[in-house]
């Protein structure tokens, strides 16, 4: 069995018991949670502005992508492409600022928001996908939409953790 020594052994001792940190002490709790909740909340920023940049370079294509979709689903012509296009890029943008806000504030819940809202967008399209008949578009919103599940498991049940222990400030915190 591995145990943590080295670099548990070079941490200060935890404050009320003198002792040095274990493996589940919150000095490396907080230290893990922080680079986990970091990570997941960078990579929403850039998938949500990166989303919305990508406007011009794939204009074409996403627009034949948004017209076959309400063809097929409402019956509306292609007119109403541009519209619900820029509708779509925009809740991407706004989805990417709002991991923006949650990475700055270091705010569970608003991590939390852009990740359930990128899951509820994953749906959607994954329903549109079903209705137009476009297979290789429902398998990426489909994956699309288990790596976000994935990533709310992980950000959910670390920060209760790190609530529960501790270790993750609270909204009160900030505030002061």
């Known amino acids: 069995m591995r145990t943590n020594t080295g670099v548990l ?8 018991t003198g002792q040095p940190p274990t493996a589940i002490t919150d000095d490396t709790t907080l230290i893990a949670w922080h680079q986990v909740f970091t990570l997941i909340a960078l990579f929403l920023v850039m998938f949500g502005l990166l989303n919305f940049a990508e ?7 996403r627009t034949e992508q948004i ?34 806000i949650g990475l700055i ?7 939390t928001a852009s990740i359930v809202g990128w899951m509820t967008v994953m749906i959607g399209f994954a329903a549109l996908d079903v209705w137009a008949a476009d297979r290789a578009e429902l398998q990426e919103h489909t994956l699309y939409f288990a790596a976000f599940a994935q990533m709310l498991t992980i ?22």
């Open 67 to 100: 017209s076959r979709y309400l063809a097929a689903t409402m019956g509306l012509g292609p007119e109403w492409a541009l519209p619900a296009l820029w509708a779509m890029k925009g809740l991407e943008a706004l989805l990417g600022l709002t991991a923006l």
């Open 9 to 16: 052994e070079n941490l200060d001792p935890h404050p009320s």
């Open 105 to 111: 504030r270091h705010e569970v819940r608003w991590v």
């Open 55 to 61: 406007l011009p370079l794939d204009w074409k294509d």
């Open 155 to 176: 950000v959910v049940v670390l920060g209760a953790v790190g609530r529960i222990k501790g270790v993750w400030p609270r909204r009160q915190e900030h505030l002061d």
